[in-house]
């Protein structure tokens, strides 16, 4: 119409004036103006339930990896002058005090390690209450920022409830979900937050662009996903996440949509330069990986390629079940909890079919506006760096793994119940009605039960592996950690004697059935040992006790661990008889170390016990004598030949 009005004179003598066209709309309205004038009081409900549902774990103290990455991690626990530290090695350096190669990969999350050297510096050491309540603040904000972004990309139509919409119920139902009880209530698992609150705010700063058309916001953006990736490397498949979204659920056409991962692919270079610098390789190092052949770190070893892939394939149907019944639930899917299987099980064929159909539906649905297509590219492009499919992950699944990829889940069950149900039942998208909220209630029951009723399994180290052991039945580490916390939290500092005695016919069994999933379970044959001393304590039974040790012996003999353990009770054990103490070390330090190992130095160490038992036994110094000629230690192998031939 503009160009018609030019074409013709101005019937009043005055010059034309060009119509200016209304700027086009902003592709989202996640930032308008009021958000939080209209927006308030869902925005803040959600660190409400945060806190509400997790405020009982403030009480609890430091478990399982947080040993590693906090409490006794040399460079946390320096505070503020430890995160350079903490930027420049391996996370797990501060710990071990060297450089070991224990998960394919390495470990590269300082971003967390730091905020723990943050609450060292301000609240001082052994603090675990602030680390709980940074964990439940910063979940809490997790949900504000996706409800704020859902809220752009679906928007209340008119006449809809907010408390009926896409945004909120995919926000509540994310919150509520029992999958993530492991990220809230593990102070460690701040990892997983952190990315995955990185990863959002660089998707809601790259909007943001596209709204504002302000430059800085892709920096923003980059900056944001460097800070999820230094949390976690799954942030890093938010490169392709983010312009997917924005093609998906905004006015962008895909090639300005790829703007938007330009700050984020330099982010992922930054951060791969940076864990380069720190580990000295990108995914495998040279020197290999340590426990390559411990099944607890390397689950797989020893499988086939398809026995690998068919068992991966089970624990990725498994990872759906979880989300759609998050049902018993563990920390322990180590070897056997999830089995070894063929593509003979019906599971390993009901996951890679399921995963292919849901693959191929998605590339055949790929169009702007469709919400379960994009749902399941986000969920698989979130799953896959943990799928084991590419890198290993050091076990076979973990329950947090599923704390990025759930918020798929999450959004297709909130677009069900907001949009899809209503429609179906003919009624008006984003309105309550009574099927709907009769549904939706039963679903926030049951989440909320199951979460309130999980967390207290998280109090301890002890109560961890007592609810883990009693669903992991098949898994050779659950019995092993449940032992040792019977050994260290019961055992050590009970004083009745019927007590003990059933505790130690309790810590047998779990011990015993450890080792017949894995037995060369290097941790559980430590426990095995501290076990058989237990019972010698009971019966008295030194053949026993001595069968019990030569057969550990034989399995981890340079254990330092065991033989620390060990050496320590033949010195409590130095007024016992005398003749089967001695029988001992010479079947230890002669028979196995020389005879088998051909190791002078702990043959020499074991037989030196027999020695110090009071009398020259001439089978030990024969034995000595041996061995000292045999290493070129004449004027000793003398010494010895001669101090036998004095008692014949």
Known sequence: MAAKSKSKPATSGKPAVKKERPAPPAPTNTFQPDFWNRHWLPALLMPVMAYALYFIGMKYG???????????????????????????????MGYFKEQKFLLEGGRYRPLSLATFAMEVEFFGPDKPAAGHFFNILL???????????????????????????????????????????????????????????????????ALKYYDTKAWWYLAISGVSLLLGMFAKENAITFVAVIPLTIWFFTPVNFRRALVSALPLLAAALVFMWARYEALGYMMESDKGIDASTDIMNNPFYGMGRDERLATIFLTLAWYVKLLFVPHPLTIDYYPYHVPKVSWSDWRALIGVVGYAAMGIWALWKFKK??????????????????????????????????????????????????????????????TLYPIGAILVAAIIGLYVYRVITRIPDWQTGFTLNKAAVEVSEGSARSHCFYVTGLYQEKYVNEKDQQVQKQLVDEMEYHIKRSLEINPNYGAALIMKFNVAAARFQIDRQLDKFFHEAEYIIEKIPYNTTFRNNLDAYLKYLDGSNADKYMAFCYRVGYEYFWKKKNDS???????????????EDIRTLESIAEISEATGAKEQAKEFRDRANAQK
């Open 62 to 92: 430091y478990v399982l990896d947080d040993e590693m990455v906090y409490w006794k991690n040399e460079y946390v626990q320096k505070g503020l002058s430890g995160i350079g530290q903490i930027f420049s090695t391996d996370s797990f």
């Open 369 to 430: 506006g469709n919400l379960l297509a994009y749902a399941i590219l986000f969920y698989i492009a979130t799953l896959s760096i943990v799928s084991n499919l590419f890198v290993s992950v050091g076990t076979f699944m973990n329950e947090r793994f599923l704390y990025m990829p759930s918020i798929a889940f999450c959004l297709v069950l909130g677009w069900f119940f907001a949009e899809k149900m209503p429609q179906w039942i003919k009624g008006k998208p984003n």
């Open 139 to 205: 979940y809490g904000l997790t949900g504000m920022l996706l409800y704020r972004i859902l809220l752009g990309l679906f928007p209340v139509k008119e006449g809809g409830q907010w408390y009926f919409s896409l945004p909120f119920l995919a926000t509540v139902f994310y919150m509520l979900h029992p999958l993530h009880v492991e990220c809230v209530a593990n102070i460690k698992g701040r990892d997983e937050i952190l990315a995955v609150l990185g990863s959002l705010g660089a998707l809601w700063a």
């Open 601 to 615: 130095q702990a043959a020499f160490y074991f037989l030196e016990f027999a020695l110090n038992r009071g009398y």
